[in-house]
């Protein structure tokens, strides 16, 4: 496993590189002992895998905040997603920066999200699946979300949307007096 720097601060891009032969090909998701650079002792508590059927459609923008605040490892599993994260840590030099990769089957790349960023995702085919994993069990009481259109983040999402939950399409425009989640 390679930890690659983005453009946001403490969100990394995390290449892993299959092991193939005759028979098919190996992945480790996930090592600790591998994964010192991104967070010593990294714990997860929850793994949670979604479909989404029809190309388009966005999933997010979610995060959960203190004191349920959650990082989170994910990983296309099957088909083609441009992946997004948005930095809302009050005092972050990339604050309301967004950030979009490409996760697929194929290039083997994972995305580690830390804990006070939003994440969605569009899904580029049909039927796709992402694993995510949590450092923290969902919370009803502490999640909460950013639109995937809100004007102020300005988010390039690369394809017509053709699907958006009720639940995401009425989180509240980000105002002047959002300052951040604080850690």
């Known amino acids: 496993m390679k930890a690659h720097g983005t453009p946001l601060a403490d969100l990394m891009l995390i290449e892993t590189a299959p092991i193939q ?3 098919g090909s190996f992945i480790r998701v996930f090592c600790e002992t591998e ?20 190309k388009g459609t966005i999933r997010g923008m979610h995060f959960q905040s203190p004191p349920a605040a959650e990082a989170k490892l994910i990983r296309c599993l099957q088909g083609r997603v441009f992946d997004v994260a948005v930095d809302l840590r009050a005092g972050s030099p990339t604050f309301l920066h967004w950030h979009g990769v490409e996760l697929s089957e194929n290039n083997s790349m994972q995305l580690f999200i830390p804990e006070g960023f939003a994440h969605g995702f569009q899904t580029l085919t049909d039927d ?17 979300g950013v639109r995937h259109d809100d004007p102020v983040l300005a988010i390039a999402w690369p394809l017509p949307v ?11 425009l980000l105002t002047a007096a959002f300052a951040g989640i604080e850690l």
């Open 128 to 144: 796709a699946q992402l694993l995510y994993l949590h450092t923290a069990a969902w919370s009803r009481a502490h999640e909460g």
């Open 21 to 23: 032969d005759q028979r």
């Open 35 to 54: 994964c010192v650079e991104l967070r010593p002792y990294l714990h997860w508590v929850q793994i949670n895998l979604s479909s989404t059927s029809l």
């Open 162 to 172: 053709t699907q958006v939950s009720g639940k995401d399409r009425d989180f509240p």
